[in-house]
Nanobody, 122 residues
Framework: QVQLVESGGGSVQAGGSLRLSCAVS????????LGWFRQAPGKEREGVAA???????AYANSVKGRFTISADTAKNTVYLQLTSLEPEDTAMYYC?????????????????WGQGTQVTVS
């Protein structure tokens, strides 16, 4: 089982930055891959960034160069640094985890999801 708790969302002006955190609690020895997704009202959930157990990362084209995913294994936390934020980035952001053998990178085929943290850019 995996538990995920996001934090760090908020309201910022365009051009601003935020850092989202996801505290990861794992009760098995599996290798897990992690991802950040977002969903705006009336839109489908979109993969934003993902990282595998070896540190390999992937990004959606819409955020490449602006967002950075990183993992601190000592703190069991994965981060999403958001910079140069645009109003189009406004959404609920979710952290997700899946056993790496079933990883589809930026597709929302993840087994475990956090409750989300809201990011609003004006």
């Amino acid at each position: 089982q995996v538990q995920l708790v996001e934090s760090g969302g908020g309201s910022v002006q365009a051009g601003g930055s935020l850092r989202l955190s996801c505290a990861v609690s794992v009760s098995s020895a599996n290798d897990y891959c992690l991802g950040w997704f977002r969903q705006a009202p009336g839109k489908e959930r979109e993969g934003v960034a993902a990282v595998d157990s070896g540190g390999v990362t992937a990004y959606a084209n819409s955020v490449k160069g602006r967002f950075t995913i990183s993992a601190d294994t000592a703190k069991n936390t994965v981060y999403l640094q958001l910079t140069s934020l645009e109003p189009e980035d406004t959404a609920m952001y979710y952290c997700a985890a899946v056993v790496c053998g079933s990883w589809y990178v930026l597709q929302p085929k993840y087994s475990y999801w956090g409750q989300g943290t809201q990011v609003t850019v004006s």
